[in-house]
């Protein structure tokens, strides 16, 4: 009973280590969220989206007045010359006089044709295309964590697969020196055990290097270096086929979003530059005192219409049409590219997916044909030569296998990326996120009273750049 005791309470404490360490294992899902939060790149587009969003802004002051305090002074200096007379001769004077004032004035565009208007309508596609490069920058980040995760947890398998062939081979060596001990083998046999160690040293060497690096590419992306990883979690759907795959890509995509916006800002930039070309129509207003007391006021309305700026006005117009004529070529080249992305991704899944298969052949033979060579060496059949050649065989079959698996898993994702669909929401990893449309809001009227100044501070503290 005692011994049942003691085994019941060690099995309960390897289960609890065991629970303790699942409960603090980092889950694929944390790197992401940590990707996410962590992440300047996506900080520093999130600041130049706002940039834009002021473009807007100052595109909307274009409509309103503009009202100016004016102070002014001037000073004049005059010498008097008189002629000679009867009562004296010719003399000089000086006159001088200091004249001040101060007014305000006010002006605005009444009327330009809707130049004004169209330039608000611009900034505004512009912000949205601004809003989809933000997206596409997530996808890249969300995708760069997923990488790093695989590659950690490729690279610790790889040096487990490393320490276990070095321990396999010093074994070897160690059988290869009992027999030629008592004379079942020579020298060669030992020195060829003894090569082998020493390569599979360099080759575990090699092999802790490349997982450090893999954890400075983790810490590069996530944020933080790499703790007791989970086991990787069942890919995400993706599509049927790889042609419902293109189709949704070139709906949901976020740079065939943003070639469209750009497209249609180029189009308001085009009727821009042809409402340049006519009149426009300003009202002025002013009033001032001088510094006698007098007052004054007025009133008026100014047509401008020009006549002649040596050329500059059609050639900003040929420049919007050839600028309208590239957006829209870039929007067909997008969708060519975003295409074979969604080919190449789903081509990559498919590959990997074949050498999985054929992997799983390979180790079971290369295993098999191990276990084999290496009874068949105890009994002499077999040099140590042949042992370690299918040893290597057996490690170059498992490494193989490792690496398809990371391969299909990343490429996965990589098909979402290039849907347009690997994305916070999308993934539903159940955390905020940036609202893009809360600074626009804040900003898009131009407010400049201290009660939208207020409401643009609140904004700015909650996106934490107060």
């Not at 062939?165 to 020195?191: C, K, P, W």
């Not at 309208?324 to 991704?345: E, H, P, S, Y």
Request: proline residues 3%; glycine residues 4%.
């Amino acid at each position: 009973m005692r011994k049942i005791r003691l085994w019941a309470v060690a099995t309960c404490s390897a289960l609890a280590v065991m629970a303790s360490s699942a409960a603090h294992a980092e889950t694929l899902a944390d790197a992401l969220i940590s990707a996410y939060r962590n992440s300047n790149l996506l900080e520093q587009n999130r600041a130049l989206l706002r940039a834009t969003d002021e473009d807007v802004a100052v595109a909307v002051a274009a409509l309103r007045p503009v009202v100016q305090f004016v102070a002014q002074s001037t000073y004049s200096f005059d010498r008097v010359h008189s002629d000679a007379s009867l009562l004296g001769p010719a003399t000089r004077s000086n006159v001088e006089d200091l004249n001040s004032s101060v007014g305000i004035t006010a002006s605005m565009t009444l009327y330009d044709f809707g130049r004004n208007a169209l330039a608000v309508e611009a900034a505004k596609e512009n912000v949205l295309a601004t809003r989809e490069a933000l997206l596409q920058v997530e996808q890249n980040v969300l995708l760069d964590a997923v990488d790093a995760y695989v590659r950690v947890q490729l690279a610790q398998s790889i040096v487990n697969l490393r320490r276990n062939n070095l321990g396999l081979i010093d074994q070897e060596l160690q059988a290869a020196q009992d027999r030629f001990d008592v004379g079942e083998v020579t020298r060669t046999d030992v020195s060829q055990a003894q090569a082998a160690l020493a390569a599979s040293r360099s080759d575990l060497t090699a092999a802790e290097g490349d997982l450090v690096v893999a954890r400075e590419a983790y810490k590069a992306a996530v944020g933080n270096y790499p703790v007791n990883l989970a086991p990787r979690p069942a890919p995400p759907r993706t599509a049927s086929s790889v042609e419902a795959a293109r189709q949704v890509a070139l709906r949901s995509h976020p740079q065939i979003r943003q070639a469209q916006r750009q497209v249609a800002a180029a189009d308001l930039n085009v009727a821009r530059a042809k409402a340049a070309m006519k009149p426009s129509l300003t009202g002025d207003a002013s009033v001032g005192i001088d510094d006698e007391g007098q007052e004054s006021a007025s009133v008026g309305l100014t047509l401008r219409h020009t006549l002649y700026a040596g050329g500059e006005l059609s050639a900003l117009f040929r420049q919007s049409l050839a600028n309208r004529d590239a957006q829209k070529a870039n929007l067909l080249q997008t969708g060519v590219n975003v295409t074979q992305n969604v080919g190449n991704a789903w081509s990559t899944v498919q590959v990997a997916s074949a050498a999985i298969a054929a992997g799983d052949e390979e180790v079971r033979a290369a295993r098999t044909a191990f276990d084999g060579v290496r009874e068949e060496a105890t009994l002499g059949a077999r040099t140590t030569l042949d042992v370690l050649n299918a040893e290597q065989d057996l490690l170059d079959a498992q490494a193989d296998r490792l690496t398809a698996e990371a391969q299909r898993y990343v490429g996965i994702y990589q098909v979402l990326a290039s849907m347009g669909l690997l994305t916070v929401e999308h993934l539903n990893l159940g955390i905020p996120t940036y609202d893009p449309s809360a600074y626009y809001n804040a900003v898009k009227n131009a407010p400049a009273t201290s009660a939208q100044g207020k409401r643009l501070d609140r904004v700015l503290q909650s996106i934490g750049r107060n």
